[in-house]
């Protein structure tokens, strides 16, 4: 009896359980990166649910965790929406409840799914598998929000290793699916069998990993690139005032000035001009005659006005030639376009007075730098695999990507970035270089490794070399593809294992 207690606890206690798992899941992603936490707290979740006969209950359970994991690990953006909309601290509270609300439901479903179609041993297939493609969809629908995706705590364990096969949704699979294969050898506890083919199971997940992490699908392409990234470090208040754009502007020239000989590529954050580049004639001009005197390519986050529309863009000087662009594509919804602008214009425009103006851009993805490509991203479309894959797709040898996180303050909002980018380096087999406003600025291998980086919250020049790489890595090719073919194999075999479980059973 004691023991049957300890393994079917009451309702309302299993619901505690779950907010008590979500509430630590932020702890496994960066800053904290408590990677072996991830298939704990899953391990915990996937018991729970697999245990609970009703499905309700089991999505009551998803839903409970997933609110409690985005709140708490999205919770910056309440500092946000207080700190430059305008909001008092209970509104953008609310703001991000409703957030994390909206990204419970995917879990919720997931849980739902396998306790309403799969029985027995079938669950435990079925749930990772559910899980991660929850997930996958969550970075899909309504322009998409990843943050938070299992794959991301594994970016530098052992597991991350599938990324350059899988992406970092493989790699959430068999994080989710190590933690299923723990929750069976409790359930069988009892079975010898059960525990030596459990083992075996978790040796075979991580060797092959370990061995999928030896096999280099890229090659150095050309000589070390010379980069230099500049951290302005100019406050949000300040950064969008009129009458302080002059000293901005002044302030990187002066940085740009300094960089030191050899250096080859010049990269500045996003907006770091902010101004439309049809009101520097003349200082985008003087930067052309300096870039071909010194033989140094300038890439500017800078805002594009074409006359038409106008873009979060990227521009890229080299010497006298014609100016290049690169126009951000993902938008942030309710920052840089504002969805349904009829029914939400009004309600964004009183908090955020001319946000929601820019136009998606169209490519292309990748920048000619010095004889190598460029794949650039601006902001959060870092975190997503399917942008930064648009310019792999199209020959890029670097990722570079400029960014603005001076938005969310001293928060975990850039390194939980940082780490993404990583893994998109480590997906891709390419290096990457950021540069931030107010950090974390960083240049980062082909091997998803950090290898340096500024501190945050100070003006700061990062100077460094990356080996540029050619050829493409399985998920650089082919994508999800791969991921949703084996995710697909593993819920066919779940729902026969169901079928014949459920005809046993009768």
């Known amino acids: 009896m004691k023991g049957d207690a300890l393994k079917k606890p009451s309702f309302p206690v299993r619901l505690l359980a779950a907010l008590i798992l979500g509430v630590a899941w932020p702890l496994a ?29 089991a999505a009551a359970l998803g839903a409970v965790f997933g609110f409690a994991a985005f709140a708490a690990g999205t919770s910056w953006i309440a500092i946000t929406l207080h700190n430059f909309a305008n909001m ?11 957030l994390a609300a909206c990204c419970a439901v995917y ?30 969809v969550r970075a899909r629908l309504f322009t998409g929000f990843p943050w938070l995706a299992t794959g991301y705590t594994q970016t530098h364990a052992s597991l991350g290793g599938f990324a350059p096969w899988l992406g970092q949704y493989g790699v959430g699979l068999a994080t989710a699916g190590v933690a299923a294969i723990l929750v069976y050898m409790l359930q069988r506890r009892q079975s010898r069998h059960v525990l030596m083919g459990g083992v075996a199971s978790l040796l075979v997940i991580f060797g092959v990993a370990m061995a999928a992490a030896s096999v280099s699908f890229t090659h150095p392409a050309g000589k070390l690139l010379r980069v230099t ?37 010049i990269v500045l954050p996003e907006t770091a001009f902010p101004i439309f580049q049809t009101e ?52 942030v919804p309710f920052g840089e376009y504002i969805p349904m602008p009829s029914l939400f214009g009004p309600l964004v425009h009183h908090f955020l007075p001319g946000l929601g103006s820019f136009s998606p851009g169209r490519g ?78 960083a240049l980062i291998s082909p091997h998803g490794r950090v290898v340096s980086q500024l501190p945050q919250f100070v003006v700061g020049t990062l100077n460094g070399a990356i080996q540029p790489m050619a050829g493409e890595t399985p998920f650089g090719r082919w994508g999800s593809l ?25």
């Open 29 to 57: 992603f960066a800053p904290f990166a408590l990677w072996p936490l991830a298939i704990v707290l899953l391990f915990g979740l996937f018991w729970l649910a697999t245990t609970e006969e009703r499905p309700r209950h």
């Open 364 to 441: 292309p993805y990748a920048l000619p730098v010095d004889g190598q490509k460029a794949g650039i991203t601006i902001c959060y479309e870092e975190s997503f695999s399917r942008d930064v894959r648009k310019g792999v797709e199209e020959g890029a040898t670097f990722l570079l990507n400029i960014s603005d996180y001076a938005w969310y303050g001293h928060s975990i909002a850039a390194a939980q970035s940082l780490q993404m980018a990583a893994m998109q380096s480590l997906q891709e087999q390419k290096p990457d270089v950021r540069a931030t406003n107010t950090g974390i600025t």
């Open 107 to 136: 879990a919720a479903l997931a849980l739902w799914l396998v306790g309403r179609f799969f029985v027995g041993n079938a669950r435990l297939l079925a749930l990772p598998v559910l899980w991660i493609f929850g997930e996958w």
């Open 229 to 265: 990234l500049l951290q302005g470090n100019i406050p949000i208040t300040e950064k969008w005032n009129a009458g302080k754009v002059s000293a901005i502007l002044h302030h990187y020239v002066n940085l740009i000035l300094q960089t030191p000989p050899g250096t080859q590529l």
């Open 482 to 506: 791969p991921y949703l073919l084996l995710s697909l194999i593993l819920l066919l075999l779940a729902v026969a294992l169901s079928r014949r479980q459920s005809s046993s059973r009768r």
């Open 88 to 98: 008092d601290w209970a509104l953008a509270g609310a703001a991000v409840a409703l």
């Open 280 to 331: 520097l004639p003349g200082l985008i001009e003087q930067l052309q005659q300096w870039s071909a005197m010194h033989h140094k390519i300038l890439l500017i986050g800078i805002p594009e006005d074409t006359g038409r529309n106008y873009y979060n863009a990227a521009m890229e000087i080299d010497g006298k030639a014609p100016l290049r662009w690169y126009q951000k594509e993902h938008l």
